[in-house]
């Protein structure tokens, strides 16, 4: 199963940014094809309408391709106010925008309809982002994802890795396997089903 991981975040030091490379080492093991995207690497300008009428930017469409390719994804959301990061909401913007006379991007929801999504979040504070989790939910939803049922907030992150990035608790690595393991175990049966 092709699996797609990627933070929510482009700062250097980010734990969601760390959460995620364990999650692609974790789910490596498990036997999941992963591809571990970051973010900072597509070169992609905050959305507007008039931008984008002077055409939908390379690197959009290289991530419609990447989203649309994989049946499933994990998320590693940081919290920021409450809620998802404006880089992640930016993204997705983005993504689900149809790409006007262009017969294989004219429906904005084609990267995301049937994707498996699985949710993780990290951050310093006892509820590990768990909020953020609460509300990007619903935004999945409304693109035509199936959102597991299991998710994990990693709380007190800057005591959670070692110096080579691994969890270093056995029950927070259980826990990321466990959404790892139903992202991919339901994204088997939906392409079973399709």
């Avoid at 055409?55 to 940081?78: E, N, Y």
């Avoid at 790409?99 to 929801?109: A, R, Y």
């Avoid at 409304?142 to 007190?156: A, F, K």
Wanted: with cysteine; net charge neutral.
């Amino acid at each position: 199963m092709k699996l797609l991981i990627f933070a929510g975040s482009t700062r250097l030091h980010s734990f969601n940014r760390k959460l995620a490379a364990a999650s692609a080492s974790l789910a490596r093991a498990a036997g999941a094809e992963v591809t571990h995207v970051e973010l900072a690497n597509f070169d992609v300008p905050m959305y507007n309408a008039d931008l984008e009428a002077g055409g939908t930017p390379a690197d959009v469409i290289r991530l419609k391709q990447l989203m649309f390719d994989h049946p499933a994804w994990i998320i590693c959301s940081p919290e920021y106010n409450g809620s998802y990061t404006a880089l992640l909401k930016n993204t997705l913007d983005w993504v689900s925008s149809p790409v006007k006379g262009d017969p294989e991007w004219s429906s904005g929801t084609k990267p995301f309809q049937g994707k498996v999504v699985g949710l993780l979040s990290a951050s310093p504070g006892a509820l590990g982002g768990l909020r953020s989790l609460g509300h990007l939910a619903p935004l999945l939803l409304n693109l035509e994802c199936w959102v597991t049922p299991c998710n994990y907030s990693l709380g007190q992150a800057g005591q959670a890795f070692d110096a080579q990035g691994h969890l270093t608790s056995e029950t927070q690595r259980n826990a990321v396997v466990r959404v790892i393991t139903q992202t991919l175990w339901a994204a088997e049966r939906l392409q079973l089903q399709a």
